[in-house]
């Protein structure tokens, strides 16, 4: 089965500064790769993804890239602000037939005001 | 919609009872899944639903975990009986399977479980 590797598990960087977070994944035929944030308390929530066929998708101050030949992806947070603190899973699957998500163990992401 | 609905949204029971954990996924998903969330082992998936059949139960601890579907919007998982390891957030998902669609799961706010 897939087996999602993520590093680091804490990150602390200040308010302003950008903030990078890699994932490798086993199963070179997985084809989807989300993230999601986990704010404290609450429930985790996909804030971006990208498909395989893509090597790098953006939306505002987050973009994800992905390298198939290496089997990594990575997320990068821009200008991060305090609202950015949480813990970010990175996940991967494969897109149109087994639909369950393998998860990364998750990075504490603080932002330091 | 008011998205996936879990409850109850704290239980805290004594070792041995039977906890039951409730959820309703979004209106119109075919993919359901429970996940148990821990500081130790982060997010695991315990078991998965396709249009109400498990498909992938590999992931249940033991035979003290059952899950069930009886219909398509509303899925029990059941823990008899509790242990205090069993002390954790139990989330449940949907999505839905379509293949233009993504794997988007959307997860519910999740039930906290405390095992004394």
């Known amino acids: 089965g897939e087996n999602v590797e993520q590093h680091p598990s804490t990150l602390s960087v200040q308010e302003g500064d950008s903030a990078v977070i890699k994932c490798t994944y086993s199963?070179?035929?997985?084809?989807?790769f989300p993230w999601y944030k986990q704010e404290l308390g609450k429930r985790p929530q996909l804030i971006i993804d990208?498909?395989?066929?893509?090597g790098e998708k953006k939306d505002q101050r987050i973009a994800v890239t992905l390298n198939k030949t290496a089997k990594h992806f990575s997320l990068h947070i821009t200008e991060t602000q305090p609202e950015d603190s949480a813990v970010y899973f990175c996940?991967?699957?494969?897109?149109?037939?087994?639909?369950?998500?393998?998860f990364g163990s998750g990075t504490q992401l603080t932002v330091l005001p | 919609d008011a998205g996936v609905i879990q409850s109850p949204r704290h239980e805290v029971t004594e070792m041995g009872q039977e906890v039951t954990l409730r959820c309703k996924p979004i209106?119109?998903?075919?993919?359901l899944f429970w996940y148990r969330q821990t500081m130790m082992r982060g997010l695991e998936l315990l078991i998965y639903?396709?249009?109400?059949?498990?498909?992938?139960d590999s992931g249940m601890p033991e035979d003290r975990f059952s899950a069930k579907m009886p219909n398509a919007s509303f899925s029990t998982l059941k823990i008899q009986p509790s242990e205090p390891r069993d002390s954790a957030v139990y989330f449940c998902?949907?999505?839905?399977?379509?293949?233009?669609?993504?794997?988007?799961?959307?997860f519910g706010a999740g039930t906290r479980l405390s095992v004394l």
């Open positions: 998902a949907s999505s839905f399977g379509q293949p233009i669609a993504k794997n988007i799961q959307y």
């Open positions: 199963d070179s035929a997985s084809n989807y």
């Open positions: 990208i498909r395989s066929n893509v």
């Open positions: 996940a991967a699957t494969l897109s149109g037939s087994a639909r369950q998500l393998t």
């Open positions: 209106s119109g998903h075919d993919y």
């Open positions: 639903f396709n249009n109400n059949v498990p498909i992938d």
